[in-house]
């Protein structure tokens, strides 16, 4: 699943690799404690493991999000008799 989680953050940020790192780097860090208090039981990990936990996991939502908006996009247009579907991932 891991593996899965980093291609996924791979494709997100392929276009722009390094800028767009770290700046979701960076802005993840300043929600970093906030995100800690969301969770009920104290998370046993460091800053950065913790970090790159939830950057994946939001990447992999975001990319998992993308594919099923893609799918819903191609079943309408093989619905409508259109097929017009050029996926975004």
């Known amino acids: 699943m891991e593996r899965r ?7 997100l ?3 722009h690799p390094e800028t767009m790192v ?3 780097v960076q802005k993840v860090r300043e929600l970093e404690i906030r995100a800690r208090s ?3 039981d104290e998370i046993e990990m460091g800053s950065e ?4 936990m939830l950057i994946l996991d939001g990447c ?6 993308l594919r ?4 819903a996009i191609r079943l309408r247009s093989l619905r ?3 097929d017009h579907y050029q996926p975004t991932l």
């Open 38 to 40: 969301c969770y009920a």
């Open 60 to 65: 992999f939502i975001i990319g998992l999000l």
């Open 68 to 71: 099923c908006r893609s799918i």
């Open 49 to 52: 493991e913790f970090v790159k």
């Open 13 to 15: 940020f392929s276009k």
């Open 80 to 82: 409508s008799g259109r």
């Open 22 to 24: 770290d700046t979701c």
């Open 5 to 11: 989680k980093q291609r996924m953050a791979c494709r």
